[in-house]
């Protein structure tokens, strides 16, 4: 069997150096071969260099919404993988609440809860439009103001509070610090705001969803409050982590070792929970299993389970199942591609360092 880059190994090594086999206890040949004195007696070399990564790295879209997406990374180690799995959770910033200053809240909901639950509401802000604040002096270019004043009129029913109802204040806070010592003095506010943001922004910088609950206000309750906004990324707070999630799998490999026919092929077909085989008639009253739908495979093992001499499941070890749930505010294929200049960054970082 000749490997992707030119050189021959016997089969049994091959697959041991390709793929994890999954057997009913446990997987096996888990470990890799990425140095390059693997099988230098055999005159094969397994070293990785820029040319081998180039000619072997592919990357295949599956699926892309608005929302998520699914795509093959192919040609790359585990390491490479999980490096831009923590980046896209850890590292990738975005805008979200950190400041609530509150002017009236009667609502059961205590503060800080109520603060934690305005943290987390995904905002509809591009944050490669903003820095990160510095010496806490909040501005047009690194804090977004919202403003909440809800109130539920007393002998009302209960009312909803959605997270629609956050006002987007482009000029800034419109609350004022501690009275001025002399009723001369202009009235400071929390924000020192140059211009106002509708001059920088293409769109309104309002909640991605406006249907998320914040409270529910009962007769004659209220909530008042101004909440500032700034940048961050995940591994500071997870208010700040741009994914709701971000997570890959090797690719399935599911392989008949012999013919499955009849009614073992029959109760194979239905002891798989997501339909990975199928039935082929091949005439005259005769039935065999085929594999249909490999990459569906979740390694629950039940077929292995059944006939662990007739079936195999493996995992192709340099072939990635790559998902990236948006929580709203950059689409996924942007969330990746900032992920990858993450990781460039990194990686320059350390050359300049060892030069």
Same mark, same amino acid.
């Not at 944050?127 to 977004?144: C, G, Q």
């Not at 194979?268 to 249909?292: M, Q, S, T, W, Y």
């Given at each position: 069997m ?5 050189? !021959? ?15 009913? =206890? ?21 070293s ?14 599956? +699926? ?15 390491? @490479? ?10 590292e ?18 205590? =503060? ?20 990160? @604040?510095? =010496? ?30 956050l ?10 610090? $501690?009275?001025? $010592?002399? !009723? ?18 293409? +769109?309104?910088l ?6 998320i609950?914040?409270? +529910? ?41 012999k ?36 990459r ?30 948006? #929580? ?8 990746? #591609? ?18």
């Open positions: 000749e490997n992707r880059d030119g050189s !021959s190994l016997p089969d049994f090594l091959e697959l041991q150096r390709t793929r994890v086999l999954c057997k009913a =206890d446990a997987p096996t040949h888990t470990e890799g071969f990425q140095y390059s004195g693997a099988f230098a007696a055999m005159g094969v070399d397994t990785v260099s820029v040319e081998k990564f180039c000619k072997n790295f592919k990357i295949e879209i599956n +699926r892309l919404t608005d929302e998520d997406m699914e795509f093959d990374m192919i040609g790359v180690d585990a390491s @490479i993988a999980n490096a831009f799995r923590r980046i896209l959770i850890a990738v910033p975005t805008m979200a609440i950190e400041k609530v200053f509150m002017v009236d809240n009667t609502s059961v909901i205590a =503060d800080e809860v109520l603060s934690h639950r305005l943290g987390l509401i995904p905002l509809d802000a591009d944050p490669r439009l903003f820095d990160y @604040i510095s =010496d806490d002096v909040p501005n047009e270019r690194n804090t977004i103001v919202y403003k909440l004043h809800v109130s539920c009129e007393k002998g009302s029913q209960r009312l909803t509070v959605k997270s629609g109802q006002e987007w204040l482009p000029e800034g806070s419109q609350l004022t610090m $501690a009275s001025p $010592a002399q !009723s001369g003095d202009n009235q400071r506010t929390y924000t020192s705001f140059g211009q106002s943001q509708q001059n920088t922004s293409e +769109r309104p309002g909640v991605k969803y406006n249907d609950t914040i409270a +529910r206000l009962g007769p004659g309750q209220a909530i008042e409050l101004e909440a500032h906004a700034v940048k961050g990324v995940g591994k500071v707070h997870a208010k700040w982590s741009p994914v709701a999630t971000a997570w890959y799998r090797m690719l399935p490999e599911v392989v008949l070792l013919e499955i026919k009849n009614g073992d092929a029959e109760e194979l077909v239905k002891r798989c929970p997501v339909n990975v085989f199928d039935i082929e008639d091949l005439g005259k009253g005769e039935k065999r299993a085929v594999v249909a739908k490999p569906s495979c979740t390694l629950c093992r039940e077929c292995v389970r059944l006939a662990d001499d007739q079936v195999e499941l493996r995992r192709v070890r340099d072939h990635f199942i790559f998902t990236i749930e948006s #929580t709203g505010a950059l689409p996924p294929e942007v969330l990746f #591609t900032e992920a990858v200049k993450i990781l460039e960054e990194k990686c320059e970082r350390v050359i300049s360092e060892l030069s």
